[in-house]
């Protein structure tokens, strides 16, 4: 089991950038498979992106070309670069994180989840 805590969310108008952080604890993150997936009011929680173990990427279709995940296994963090953000990026922001390597998109096969952070993009 990791503990997660992500960082970084804020208020940012359309076309800018934001970089997610997400920090995590225990000496095994670089065995790890971490996602991030976000959440926008009354809609379902849904599948960002994500790097594995061994560092491949992976993204939803609505973010690919914009937004860039990366890891540094020697800082136990997992980053979310974010650019050219639209309005609909706005969301609650999750990092997660499940042994091993998965290269599926399915939340429910994540163990731990982080407590999010909010992105908002203005028009």
């Known amino acids: 089991q990791v503990q997660l805590v992500e960082s970084g969310g804020g208020l940012v108008q359309a076309g800018g950038s934001l970089r997610l952080s997400c920090a995590a604890s225990?000496?095994?993150?670089?065995?790890?498979?971490m996602g991030w997936f976000r959440q926008a009011p009354g809609k379902e929680r849904e599948f960002v992106g994500r790097?594995?173990?061994?560092?491949?990427?992976d993204y939803a279709d609505s973010v690919k070309g914009r937004f860039t995940v990366s890891r540094d296994n020697a800082k136990n963090t997992v980053y979310l670069q974010m650019n050219s953000l639209k309005p609909e990026d706005t969301a609650v922001y999750y990092c997660?994180?499940?042994?091993?390597?998965?290269?599926?998109?399915?939340?429910?096969?994540?163990?731990?989840w982080g407590q999010g952070t909010q992105v908002t993009v203005s028009s």
């Open positions: 997660a994180a499940v042994r091993g390597w998965y290269i599926g998109r399915d939340s429910a096969r994540y163990d731990d």
């Open positions: 225990g000496r095994t993150f670089s065995t790890y498979t």
């Open positions: 790097i594995t173990n061994t560092g491949t990427t």
